[in-house]
């Protein structure tokens, strides 16, 4: 069965400092996707990044960087120069392919407070 | 391009009174869809999917049912509230794919409903 843990609840940062955000999977396939998702206190989720169980290369984009190591399981967010706009709940998220699509798993999600 | 609309944004109803959250999506057709409820302070929980019209699947036994009357209409229902039906509930879609496309959910903005 699939499941994802964030094991940090909440995070305080002041601005500018870099943070990461933890996240572990377990999952018995091996064609699986890994994504993080923002929900900024309006509520709507905002997409951030998509990674295939087959590629395991760093990705950066901005400010935000993940790490994919399929060794540890893990799939791990950081902020560098953290803002006061990136403070949010941040869920990271498993997929498998089943036959009619996909199939999310959330973890339970990591409150991240960035204080000015 | 494709968008998910999902209304009312907030919502205060009486316990014992009925329910109906709507979602609607443009730009695709024959969506995955899915709802999930949020409560306070906690993660996401999936309550039920749909791989097409008429056909619903429930994740967790409750108070609520499900509906999908047309290809992009997916109705969330109750007979009869109750204060722990209070929460953020969020509709979302996703593409169906057997192979190898997983973009993820597209969420809608979430409905806030508060059970008095």
């Known amino acids: 069965a699939q499941k994802v843990t964030q094991a940090q609840t909440e995070i305080s940062v002041v601005e500018k400092e870099d943070v990461t955000l933890d996240c572990v999977y377990e999952?018995?396939?091996?064609?699986?996707?890994l994504f993080w998702y923002k929900q900024p206190p309006s509520g709507e989720l905002v997409f951030l990044i998509r990674?295939?169980?087959?590629?395991?290369q760093n990705e950066i984009s901005g400010r935000y960087s993940w790490n994919f190591q399929k060794s540890t399981s893990s799939f791990n967010f950081t902020i560098t120069a953290s803002q006061v706009v990136d403070s949010a709940v941040y869920f990271c998220a498993l997929s498998e392919v089943d036959n009619y699509g996909q199939n999310f798993v959330f973890g339970p999600g990591t409150r991240l407070s960035v204080l000015p | 391009s494709q968008t998910i609309h999902q209304w009312p944004a907030t919502l205060v109803q009486p316990v014992g009174s009925p329910l109906s959250l709507e979602c609607t999506v443009e730009g695709t057709s024959n969506p995955n869809l899915y709802w999930y409820r949020q409560a306070a302070g906690r993660g996401l929980q999936l309550l039920f999917y749909?791989?097409?019209?008429?056909?619903i699947s429930s994740e967790v036994p409750q108070n609520l049912s499900a509906s999908r009357p047309q290809d992009r209409q997916f109705i969330l229902s109750s007979k009869k509230l109750l204060l722990s039906d209070s929460g953020f509930y969020l509709c979302?879609?996703?593409?169906?794919?057997?192979?190898?496309?997983?973009?993820?959910?597209?969420f809608g903005s979430g409905t806030r409903l508060t059970v008095v």
């Open positions: 749909s791989v097409g019209i008429g056909q």
């Open positions: 990674r295939n169980s087959f590629d395991e």
């Open positions: 979302a879609w996703s593409v169906k794919s057997r192979i190898t496309r997983n973009y993820g959910y597209t």
């Open positions: 999952t018995r396939d091996t064609t699986y996707y």
